[in-house]
């Protein structure tokens, strides 16, 4: 039996009914509802500890709202946000699958891959133009609809945490470890280019099958999102194509000024895969990553390193 204080199915929350647990994260849960009219939802709900913070639950209630102002094709649509008992809710679309159910079927094909990263990477266009980061785009928040087109979930609890930490100093992690930036990773401020990383890492999974960087340790997970590079993916599946792996790469640049400037830039580049004429190696790759794919490309020799890195990096 679930805690008094936990959402169970045949809860009321307005005018939804909860049926059944879709997941849950650190700081809510998200569960399949219905209406009285027959119609669904899906309702993400705080978890106790924070609904009975009322400053953690009053900027959960204006990054929802927020969100729900975030009107594009591709980024979910949001609905009723509200408070019943001591539950803090918002209702959203929702999708029968995402990218994590989806991986957990095996690797995605490269041409269904392309198409989930543009359209994710528009969902991003339009946000960062907006002056939103993500700051969590991982396969859990990149949902799938019937017709296969994905949308980006989840705009506004990172914000609304990421608000609360600056106000508060409470020590609170934002983001997922396994998809966290280099710069969420030292505390550094953090722009547009952090989601891009985030999705790097994502396709990474998406394309291999694997994660680019594992540790059970959160602190040498963050350690390798800083210092370590990862493995070309075309050395564990060498049928990827080598533009994507260089795309790829790209987005996993260490400093942000090596990745696409900006989500647009990265919608430039899926478009020029199409390109036949579009020579491979004039896909960047970060110059410390450079000599790692030497190996799958006609002989790329990697620039001496500037004095960038040494401005960027922080001794661990």
Not at 169 to 185: K, R
């Amino acid at each position: 039996m679930p805690p008094a204080d936990a959402p169970s199915p045949g809860t009321n929350l307005g005018p939804f009914t909860l049926d059944r647990l879709l997941g849950q994260g650190g700081f809510a849960s998200v569960w399949a509802a219905h209406r009285a009219d027959g119609g669904t939802a899906a309702i993400k709900i705080l978890k106790p500890r924070y609904a009975g913070d009322g400053d953690f639950e009053l900027r959960f209630r204006q990054e929802s709202q927020f969100a729900a102002n975030l009107s594009h094709p591709r980024i979910i649509k949001i609905g009723d946000i509200g408070r019943e008992g001591m539950f803090v809710y918002f209702a959203m679309e929702l999708y029968p699958g995402s990218l994590a159910t989806r991986l957990a079927q095996g690797r995605i094909p490269e041409p269904e891959l392309l198409a989930i990263t543009r359209d994710v990477a528009e969902a991003l266009t339009f946000a960062h133009e907006q002056g939103v980061v993500h700051r969590d785009i991982k396969p859990d928040n990149i949902l799938i609809g019937p017709d296969g087109r994905a949308v980006v979930s989840d705009f506004g609890i990172a914000r609304a945490v990421s608000g609360y930490v600056s106000a508060t100093g409470v020590n609170m992690t934002i983001g997922t470890p396994h998809y966290l930036s280099p710069e969420q990773a030292q505390g550094r401020p953090i722009d547009g280019r952090s989601d891009l990383y985030s999705l790097g890492i994502t396709l990474y999974k998406a394309a291999t099958g694997d994660l680019p960087f594992k540790s059970k340790d959160w602190y040498e997970l963050a350690r390798m999102h800083v210092e370590e590079p990862p493995a070309p993916p075309r050395e564990a599946h060498p049928e990827l194509s080598r533009k994507l792996e260089r795309i790829i790469l790209r987005l996993l640049a260490k400093h942000p000024d090596d990745r696409p400037a900006t989500a647009q830039e990265l919608l430039t580049e899926l478009d020029a895969m199409q390109d036949p004429g579009r020579d491979t190696r004039s896909f960047k790759v970060p110059d410390e990553y450079q000599q790692s794919v030497t190996s799958t490309i006609d002989a790329v020799k990697a620039p001496a390193k500037d004095d960038k890195d040494k401005k960027w990096w922080k001794p661990w």
